[in-house]
Nanobody, 124 residues
Framework: QVQLVESGGESVQAGGSLRLSCVAS????????MGWFRQAPGKEREFVAA????????YYADSVKGRFIISRGNAKNTVYVQMNSLKAEDTAVYYC?????????????????WGQGTQVTVSS
């Protein structure tokens, strides 16, 4: 069993920054990769970024490349996404996800563990 808990979502102005955190607990030894997804009202869940459990490899959606950074924390059960130059279209519920395979993926069905989400609202 793996539990993922996100935090850090809040309302910010366009152009601002936020850092979201995800803390994994339980049988974390089974996790090989972590990802961030987001879902806006009326839209499908979409990929944001992913990172190997070791932190050695990252993968970003084109929509956030150059603005967002995914990383592992000093506490190795923690994953962050630093979000810079935020835009109104970044408004969504952001979900942390984990999978038991080392290959990074943008497909939500490839991830086995999910957090409950944290709301990010970007106003103009």
């Amino acid at each position: 069993q793996v539990q993922l808990v996100e935090s850090g979502g809040e309302s910010v102005q366009a152009g601002g920054s936020l850092r979201l955190s995800c803390v994994a607990s339980g049988r974390t030894f089974s996790i090989r990769a972590m990802g961030w997804f987001r879902q806006a009202p009326g839209k499908e869940r979409e990929f944001v970024a992913a990172i190997t459990w070791s932190g050695s490899t990252t993968y970003y959606a084109d929509s956030v490349k150059g603005r967002f950074i995914i990383s592992r924390g000093n506490a190795k059960n923690t994953v962050y996404v630093q979000m810079n130059s935020l835009k109104a279209e970044d408004t969504a519920v952001y979900y942390c996800a984990g999978r038991n395979r080392d290959r990074l993926s943008s497909q939500f069905n490839d991830y086995e563990y999910w957090g409950q989400g944290t709301q990010v609202t970007v106003s103009s």
